[in-house]
């Protein structure tokens, strides 16, 4: 009986979580737009940047999209500006690289009053085996209708642009931190990949506090800090950092840094990456910058 009950029970949590997938609101949005869906299946989804202040006219933070060969920026866009209905609403992007191709923009189908929010999207094409866009220009762009004191707008329109925040693809976007590595589990991976999978390089950073250092290079990476590695004793001089991760193509990276903190020179840094993948190898090791 209670075997039963526990069945009924698992049975019960599976239809949930299947629910919850069902439901995804961010994932059923993708989905029902036909361009995004035949790209295929998302690989990553970044957490949100934000490219405007929070009490601007118009607010707009971005979520970059990570797919197979292509990358779709979502644009969320509020309208702020008082007695103003916003149409059209898109963003245009202007790439440094030639070779990073814009692919389809989608604007914000709905009208956005005051306050309301809308999403527009932005796809290009990522040349193969490139894991860094340089700088992406962004312009907010929207036809703007003035309301009359009845709220009705006007039959006219204003084309208007609002500048915003650059935006970049970097390599740790590409990276998906390893939460369920434990220390022995890293440590005999990082035996079994040996010597002739790894990759040393050293660096200044510029920095004059440890913990600062050591943040900026998790932060560039995008890996997990093994068993709380990140943290550094107050009184430290020097610290040790593991980090493991997944990188695009599912390829384990691990990764171990040395920091040492010298009053004349600041922080320095010298850091290991091992991973079957030599590109990959080479890729990380050199985006500390």
Request: with cysteine.
């Amino acid at each position: 009986m209670k075997r039963n009950k526990r069945l009924k029970s698992q049975t019960k949590t599976n239809r949930e979580t299947k629910k919850k997938v069902k439901s995804d609101p961010a994932n059923d949005l993708l989905l029902s737009i036909p361009d995004i869906a035949n790209l295929g299946p998302l690989w990553k989804s970044c957490l949100p940047v934000e490219l405007t202040e929070s009490e601007t006219e118009y607010v707009v933070t971005c979520t970059k999209l990570i797919y197979s060969k292509n990358i779709v920026f979502q644009f969320n866009v509020t309208n702020n500006m008082e007695g103003h209905l916003l149409e059209n609403v898109q963003v245009e992007m202007e790439s440094e690289k030639n070779a990073w191709q814009e692919e389809f923009v989608i604007p914000e189908e709905n009208k956005l009053s005051y306050h309301s929010k809308g999403v527009t999207f932005v796809c290009f094409t990522r040349p193969d085996k490139e894991f860094n866009s340089g700088t992406i220009a962004c312009t907010l762009k929207f036809h703007s209708r003035e309301l009359d004191s009845s709220g009705e707008p006007s039959s006219s329109f204003n084309e208007d642009e609002y500048s915003l925040e650059d935006i970049e693809v970097v390599e740790s976007d590409f990276m998906k931190p390893d939460v369920e590595m434990v220390l022995p589990t890293f440590r005999r991976q990082w035996d079994t990949l040996g010597d002739t999978s790894e990759v040393i390089k050293k660096y200044s950073l510029g920095l004059d506090n440890l913990q600062a250092g050591v943040k900026a290079v998790v932060d560039l990476l995008g890996m997990h800090p093994v068993d709380n590695s990140n943290i550094v004793s107050d009184d430290a001089s020097s610290h040790p950092l593991n980090m493991a991760g997944i990188y695009y193509g599912d390829v384990q990276v691990l990764c171990r840094a040395g920091f040492v903190l010298d009053q004349q020179k600041g922080v320095t840094l010298k850091i290991a990456v091992r991973s079957t993948d030599a590109n990959i190898r080479n890729i990380l090791v050199n985006c500390i910058r």
